[in-house]
């Protein structure tokens, strides 16, 4: 009896001093910060391999399920080398199940949180989560994340910068679900013939829309841009981040009452689960009911593929918009490093902001995802440089667009 006893206590030693060997390593993973991801992880005892569980973002009154988004911060002495298994990714997209990873999905890292390295990841064998080797900095620490993260404190520094400028005009049109402002952006001049609308961030986990803005914004602004030669031709209306809550809680894809904010657009908005939407309808009410009109609207996504979506319900003059599209298209293969191409010619994007706004008020909108794994004009990994350069190449469409 006494040596089984002891067999079991010198096993439980052994046991007990390998799992304090092997997850020794990783000191903690820190997501006390804002944009950080909700999740727990645990440590293999053998591999001291740590796995990332990430928690799923729902939809209301559906099977829709989300992970997509994630940034966190893990903590371990300087150049320490981890393996990470971050999931998992079974989404449900419009009642579809499917994996949100795939080969060619990648991650970013920073050792500053500031300059962000996109880094090649690998599907682990279950097909839904990731494998990502990293390395912690001089400072004992690295961030992990989807894409780089663009955080209302960045949009509310950006505002700031602006806000003086005689040509912007920064207007409060309502409040998200948690009381935070949404504004929309007017660069240049009411006067100008062309009006055109973006929006960005309606899903949390796409930032490439923020950096596309910011790059567009500070290139219109910079004293070394003829402003006038675009301001005489057309006034840019930005809803910089529509999904603030969902960015700042580190969330994938819903507003905080389990909403899409980029569904449902074929009726009028839900002030009360979609208090986002109901605001931009009213501010869209309020500019049209001036006598202006917008002659176009983009949407702005990240996502894989990275293509226009083009919507075709049926309505007179379908074609005729349809053309539209295709000149934009070409525009943006001429004049920018889009390459990726618009949806073929079945696709239909029902309840989306770009189907809604074509369908119930006459508005040539436009999906249009920013591919987050490559981007093919540059024969390059994404960056917050490169989404930049695209906003800063957007303003060139525009003015050729509006010519």
């Not at 994996?99 to 682990?124: H, M």
């Not at 006598?291 to 007179?316: F, K, M, V």
């Amino acid at each position: 009896m006494n040596v089984r006893i002891s067999a079991a206590l010198c096993l439980c030693i052994s046991w007990s001093l390998l799992v304090t060997a092997q997850s020794s390593k990783l000191g903690y993973i820190d997501t006390s910060f804002e944009t950080a991801s909700p999740l727990t992880y645990t440590i293999d005892p053998v591999t001291a391999g740590v796995r990332v569980r990430l928690l799923y973002d729902h939809e209301r009154d559906s099977i829709n399920r989300a992970t997509l988004h994630y940034h966190f911060r893990v903590e371990a002495p300087p150049a320490t080398k981890l393996s990470l298994h971050i999931g998992e990714f079974a989404n449900v997209w419009n009642g579809r199940p499917g994996s949100a990873v795939q080969d060619n999905t990648i991650a970013f890292v920073s050792t500053d949180g500031k300059t962000w390295n996109a880094i090649d990841t690998e599907l682990d064998d279950d097909g839904i989560s990731l494998h990502v080797d990293v390395q912690t900095g001089p400072g004992g620490f690295v961030y992990v994340a989807r894409l780089p993260p663009y955080r209302v404190s960045d949009l509310d520094r950006l505002l700031e910068k602006i806000t003086p400028d005689a040509d912007v005009s920064i207007e409060t049109i309502g409040q998200t679900v948690q009381g935070r402002s949404l504004e929309v952006v007017t660069v240049g001049r009411l006067s100008a013939p062309t009006h055109i609308f973006l929006r960005a961030r309606a899903h949390p986990w796409e930032s490439g829309g923020n950096y596309v803005v910011q790059g567009m914004i500070q290139h219109l602004l910079d004293p070394a841009t003829d402003r006038n030669r675009f301001f005489d031709q057309f006034c840019l209306h930005i809803m910089p981040m529509a999904n603030k809550d969902g960015v700042a809680a580190g969330k994938s894809r819903f507003n905080m009452h389990g909403k899409d904010l980029n569904r449902d657009w074929n009726s009028p908005a839900d002030p009360q689960l979609a208090p986002e939407n109901a605001a931009l309808e009213a501010w869209l009410n309020r500019f049209l009911d001036s006598g202006r009109r917008l002659t176009l609207a983009i949407e702005l996504h990240n996502d894989s593929n990275g293509r226009l979506h083009l919507s075709r319900p049926p309505i007179d003059g379908l074609d005729t918009y349809l053309g539209r599209m295709r000149h934009l298209e070409a525009l943006l293969r001429n004049k920018t490093w889009f390459r990726e191409g618009a949806t073929e010619s079945t696709f239909r994007n029902a309840g989306t902001l770009g189907e809604g706004w074509l369908l119930r008020f006459g508005i040539d909108a436009v999906v249009h995802e920013l591919n987050a794994e490559w981007i093919e004009g540059l024969q390059s990994k994404p960056s917050i440089k490169a989404w930049e350069l695209y906003g800063r190449q957007l303003c060139e469409v525009f003015l050729a667009y509006a010519s």
